[in-house]
């Protein structure tokens, strides 16, 4: 593996494993809160992205003025479809969610910040560099790099964004939102598009969950 898609697998295999571990510790239990492993899971992919800093060199290019606002519509719009497909086989889930609520029912703050500024600030860096950047321009042609965002066909933007659906357990509601994070990504041929637009659904989400009490979309 080179370093250029190690760079974009690392973080994304560092998040992965620390998901496992997360469900481990919560089976185990033995008094640990397993919700801390959140804060540490974000570290250390925000220090993997950083350590990698240096390979993201599309990141240096500003997204088009144009791009911003489509791109934060774009984020609203997944938001809605995320929460209102969520019925019967569309959830493949079933899990409890991130509660970040103390024993006596008041929020854990320090809790919620973690959770609020990794899945605003850190997942979708971390997941659209290997989805997009990586994924995406690989299944189109091997050497990823020599591909251009607007040079990805149809076959790659299905199939990359069917392996995002899977990963979610709102797969269907995963799937449309590789769709529109992929179409953004290739229509401004700018990565901070889809970026900014993930991050747009990710914090709307949480602000709501925090409203509604729904953590199982958390």
Do not use: C
């Amino acid at each position: 593996m080179n370093r250029p898609m190690l760079a974009r697998v690392a973080p994304f295999a560092l998040y992965l494993a620390f998901l496992a571990v997360e469900q481990a510790a919560r089976t185990w239990g033995g008094g640990f809160d397993a919700r801390w492993l959140y804060p540490v899971k974000v570290a250390g992919v925000a220090f993997a992205l950083w350590h990698f800093r240096g390979e993201y060199r599309e990141l240096l290019a500003r997204p088009p003025r144009s791009s911003v606002l489509v791109s934060i519509l774009l984020g609203v719009l997944v938001f809605a479809l995320w929460i209102h497909l969520d019925q019967g086989w569309l959830n493949l889930g079933g899990a409890a969610g991130y509660d970040p609520r103390t024993p006596a029912g008041g929020m854990d703050w320090p809790l919620v910040a973690f959770r609020l500024a990794g899945a605003a600030l850190v997942v979708p860096l971390m997941e659209e560099l290997f989805w997009r950047s990586f994924l995406l321009r690989w299944i189109e042609r091997q050497d990823f790099l020599s591909v251009s965002a607007s040079e990805v066909g149809f076959r790659a933007i299905l199939l990359s964004s069917a392996l995002f659906g899977s990963e979610h357990s709102l797969w269907f509601a995963g799937i449309l939102a590789g769709l529109a994070y992929a179409w953004l990504y290739r229509a401004y041929d700018n990565l901070w598009a889809p970026v900014i637009a993930h991050a747009t659904t990710n914090l709307i989400l949480g602000l709501w969950v925090l409203q509604t009490g729904a953590w199982q979309f958390w």
